[in-house]
């Protein structure tokens, strides 16, 4: 995504986030943080960002976040990361990634695959992308899916 377009997206995150006085957070494996340092970005963010936690080692996920054991590239674990976010920040609504950034397949899972969960006032949801390239391409391109479908998630949320 070109800066320009990825600026534009968090500042309209930014906007309904204040408007509806939403608290967004993240919960970030594959990412890494990448989320967390754009929404940290986005205009009085101190206002509505809640913050993110980078839980990278399964014990992390399950110890913090509460994501039960088993296969962590899936809806399940997508969904509890997002979901034990929203507990652990206080938040209305959580961006959540985890997946196989490569450059071996995981889980069998090939390179490159990514589940992207949401918790909206509850409400659980994921979905699946996929990115060919080297890990940081694929951490890149999976928070700017991540980003775009936050900002779906409140559009709709604000409609």
Request: aromatic share 4%; glycine share 12%; hydrophobic share 45%.
């Amino acid at each position: 995504m070109a800066e320009e377009e990825y600026t534009e997206i968090v500042q309209q995150v930014a906007e309904i986030a204040q408007e509806h006085g939403l608290r967004i957070g993240a919960a970030e494996s594959l990412t890494g943080g990448a989320i967390t340092s754009a929404l940290a970005m986005g205009e009085a963010a101190a206002e509505w960002f809640r913050g993110g936690v980078v839980a990278y080692m399964p014990e992390v996920k399950f110890d913090l976040l509460g994501v039960t054991p088993g296969p962590l590239i899936s809806d399940r674990c997508a969904d509890e990361l997002a979901a034990g976010a929203v507990k652990a920040l206080d938040a209305d609504v959580v961006v959540s990634t985890t997946g196989a950034g490569g450059p071996d397949e995981e889980e069998g899972h090939p390179p490159g695959t990514a589940v992207i969960g949401f918790s909206v006032r509850g409400a659980t949801s994921t979905t699946w992308v996929h990115h060919d390239g080297d890990p940081e391409d694929v951490v890149h391109a999976v928070r700017d899916d991540a980003l775009r479908a936050l900002l779906a998630q409140l559009r709709t949320l604000a409609d």
